[in-house]
Every structure is written in C-alpha cells, then in structure tokens.
C-alpha cells in the first residue's frame, strides 16, 4: 500500500500560478503509475495528468494542456502538478491517486490509491 498527502492549494488570481506536491510514503513510489484529478462542486472528478513510473511519459486532459505540468521525483518520494495561467473554471479539490497499471490510464477507477485532496481557488 501507500499512503499520500496533498498539499500546496490555496487561493490565486487568474492568470497566476500555484504548486502542488503530493508526498506518499509506504511501498515503493516508483512502482506506481501516478496521476492528478480534480473535483468541482456539483461535478464529478476528472482526470487532470498522469506521469509513467519513471516520469519519462505524461498525458494531459485538454483543458489543462500547455499549462500544467505534472513531474515527480521517486528520490524524494514527491509528485507535483506545477498550475500555471490559472483560470476560475481550475477551482476545484485536487487529489493525487496511484495505480498499479500502466499505460493509458485517465479514469479515476483505474486508481487503487488516493490522498485527502486540497483545495484550488482560482478567482477572476
């Protein structure tokens, strides 16, 4: 198992930034596929980013490309979702999950493992 911890969220302007980290701690991180989502009151959780075992390959949803950027260091044991041009509609509870599997894997059941979230607040 693993365990992990969010943190990093808060308030920004639009068109800022913000940087959330993700420890986790437990069996080994890099044997996990690991991945960002995010939840908006009223909406279910979508998939933000996931990053391969060893942070060679990232896949992004559409509307966070070109603006988010998702890495980790399995020295540390940390992954991090790097929010920049931050928008309202990013306002949401950020979680990072991990997985078991490899490949394409973008939806949240395809995850065994997930932290406690924080919250993101984009104002206009």
């Known amino acids: 198992q693993v365990q992990l911890v969010e943190s990093g969220g808060g308030s920004a302007q639009a068109g800022g930034s913000l940087r959330l980290s993700c420890a986790a701690s437990g069996r080994t991180f890099s044997t996990y596929t690991m991945g960002w989502f995010r939840q908006a009151p009223g909406k279910e959780r979508e998939f933000v980013a996931r990053?391969?075992?060893?942070?060679?390959?990232?896949y992004y949803a559409d509307s966070v490309k070109g603006r988010f950027t998702i890495s980790r260091d399995n020295a540390k044991n940390t992954l991090y979702l790097q929010m920049n041009s931050l928008k309202p509609d990013d306002t949401a509870v950020y979680y990072c999950a991990a997985s078991d599997k490899i490949g394409y894997i973008i939806e949240h059941w395809q995850y065994d493992y997930w932290g406690q979230g924080t919250q993101v607040t984009v104002s206009s």
């Open positions: 990053i391969s075992r060893s942070g060679g390959f990232t």
